[in-house]
Every structure is written in C-alpha cells, then in structure tokens.
C-alpha cells in the first residue's frame, strides 16, 4: 500500500529522489564538478553537493537541470525514487532478499561494513550459513550503508545472492522482530535489525 501523502511521506521520497540523482552520477563515473560543468555552471559544486545530501530543497527547474545534465529521463529518476521511498501506488514488492552469510562476511567492500558488523554482533559464533532479510531489514540496512534500497540489493545480489544455484531451506516468515530458523536459514525483520546497539555498527 502507498504512503498517505502527507509531510513524512513527502520527506521520504525528498531523499530518495536526492539518492536517485546521486546515484546517477556515480554510474556515470562523474564527480559533482563534472557534473556541475555540465549544466553550465547554472548549478554549482557546492550547490550540487547539498542538493545530493538534501540539505537544499531542490527546485522543478534544478531537477530537470540536472537530469537533462546526467542524459536521464526525469520520469525514470522520479519512478525509481517512488519505489525505493515506498510511495508509488503500483510498486510491487521486490521481496525479501537470501543471502550467503560467510560470502558477505569475506567480502572487503566498504559499502558492506555495517552489515558486516551487524552480523558479527548478532552471530559471534556458530553463524547460519543463509539468511533471510525481509524488505524493511534489506531498507534498514541499506540506511546504514548511505545507499539507495535497490542499489543496495543490486551490490546483495552481486556479491552474497544465495539465487545463484545454492540449495537453501526457506525461512518461516519473521514477525515482531523475531528469527526463524530452518534447517540452517534464518529470517529477520526489521525490527531485529534494531538490535544491536547504533553506536556499535
């Protein structure tokens, strides 16, 4: 179900729609100066930079600026920052995402580090060899991670998918926060991901 529209939903999808356009530049190997350059000098680097952050509100005129700068069409931006926030009425669940715990744990990635230190709190031994993250656990941590929900199940699934032809049990669904074992795989939620104290992540 979509968001009501109202000031946190409008806040939600204000910083998807920053992470969005970041995002933009980053696939296109482009720093904010370069990015900047191409609009002309009409926004600049320092500008960019709190536009990105969302600590400037963004004009109709900046965003369109900046996606015709990016060669994006702004519908595209504007529909995938809709899915990540969670406020378009016809986005679909991507689902819950199975993951190979030792594959994420030997991965070096930065970008990975929280889940990393996640897992290392949660598991301090005898870890599952899968896990389970439900869509409001792979969004905490994708908050944790400073990225955008889906690029951060796009770096998931490149570098700890357990859909790659590993043979895994399927979780029991996780409710009010708990962890459901089977045979080896375990799904959290959310509210399991809250766990760990923050200033340890």
């Known amino acids: 179900m979509a968001l ?9 999808f204000s910083r ?39 600590h400037r509100s963004m004009r109709v005129d900046i965003f369109w600026a900046l996606s015709r700068a990016l060669d994006t ?3 595209v931006l504007i529909a995938a ?16 995402v199975t993951i190979e715990i030792p594959r994420l744990m030997a991965n070096a990635d930065s970008r990975l580090a929280a889940a990393r230190k996640w897992f290392e709190l949660r598991y301090p031994s005898n870890r599952p060899a899968t896990e389970t993250l439900d869509t409001a ?10 990225m ?16 790659d032809g590993t043979q895994t049990h ?14 080896g795989t375990w799904q959290y939620s959310a509210a399991a991901l809250s766990a760990p104290s923050a200033t340890a992540v």
Request: charged fraction near 20%.
């Open 148 to 163: 955008s929900v889906d690029e951060f199940r796009r770096l998931l699934a490149r570098v700890a998918s357990a859909t």
């Open 16 to 54: 998807a729609l920053c992470a969005q356009l970041r995002d933009a530049r980053r696939r296109f190997g482009l720093t904010q100066a370069q990015l900047s350059a191409r609009t002309g000098g009409l926004i600049s680097k320092a500008a960019l930079a709190n536009y990105e952050t969302g």
């Open 4 to 12: 009501p529209v109202n000031a946190d939903a409008q806040a939600v």
């Open 81 to 96: 920052a809709e899915r990540s926030a969670g406020v378009s009425a016809d986005a679909q669940s991507p689902g819950p």
């Open 73 to 75: 069409d702004p519908g």
């Open 170 to 183: 399927t979780a029991a669904p996780a409710t009010g926060g708990s962890a459901h074992g089977v045979g």
């Open 137 to 146: 656990a792979v969004s905490a941590l994708a908050a944790l991670a400073d």
